[in-house]
């Protein structure tokens, strides 16, 4: 049984037209994850959930907003989509984090006209 | 977490070969990661060495740490065709919720 969902699998939007992506997850864990991962590159860590806590790094774009509702969702809206962010979003999951083993989903392909 | 570095960037080998790969980083560790990657998919974990362990094995992986050399390698032997993916190391330290990946090593297993 999937662990981590991500829909949609794939998401077409225009450029300048909000997207948001869904991350949900049956495992009960305390962090969320998301990555952006472009292509032929290795991901990138976008936020993290802990919890309630949010964790922003410190070179991602104000763009970019997540949402967590409850233990079981995670949602990354991106408010005004560029051609520079097509990309693969990964979602993830771990217990506690640190050196638990991280979760991931399949990933939502975004492409941007 | 740190960023490891793999290499390298890319290996192409025949079905029934070993491959190994290797990942370098810049400080101390707790413990290092390998994930796999398979094309257009999320990552999967693979295996994780500890800073106190020198040599750990899972089926086909074996992965060892030279914490002196700063250094793991992940070999796979009698590598599939199904190996072929990209795959990443990541080490972090015990109280840190990140792991951050280097550009991986994209491996392709010919049949």
């Known amino acids: 049984d999937a662990m981590v969902i991500q829909n949609p699998r794939y998401q077409v939007t225009q450029f300048g037209k909000p997207v948001t992506l869904s991350c949900s997850q049956t495992?009960?864990?305390?962090?969320m994850y998301w990555y952006q991962q472009k292509s032929s590159q290795a991901p990138k860590l976008l936020f993290h959930y802990y919890d309630k806590d949010f964790n922003n790094e410190a070179d991602t774009p104000d763009n970019f907003q997540s949402r967590r509702p409850n233990t079981s969702f995670c949602f990354l809206d991106i408010r005004s989509p560029g051609l520079g962010d097509a990309a693969m979003y990964l979602c993830?999951?771990?217990?506690?984090?640190?050196?638990?083993?991280?979760?991931f989903g399949p990933g939502t392909r975004l492409t941007v006209l | 977490s740190q960023q490891g570095e793999e290499d390298p960037q890319a290996l192409s080998i025949q079905e029934g070969e070993n491959a190994t790969m290797n990942c370098s980083y810049k400080?101390?560790?707790?413990?290092l990661q390998w994930y796999r990657q398979n094309s257009g998919r999320g990552l999967v974990h693979l295996i994780l060495?500890?800073?106190?362990?020198r040599e750990k094995h899972s089926g086909r992986l074996r992965v060892t740490l030279d914490t002196s050399k700063k250094s793991s390698s992940l070999l796979i032997t009698a590598s599939r065709a199904a190996d072929t993916a990209s795959y990443f190391c990541?080490?972090?330290?015990?109280?840190?919720?990140?792991?951050?990946f280097g550009k991986g090593t994209l491996l392709t297993v010919n049949p």
């Open positions: 993830a999951t771990t217990r506690q984090g640190g050196t638990d083993t991280q979760y």
């Open positions: 495992l009960n864990h305390n962090v």
């Open positions: 400080t101390s560790i707790n413990n």
């Open positions: 990541d080490y972090s330290g015990g109280s840190n919720y990140k792991l951050t």
């Open positions: 060495i500890r800073s106190n362990e």
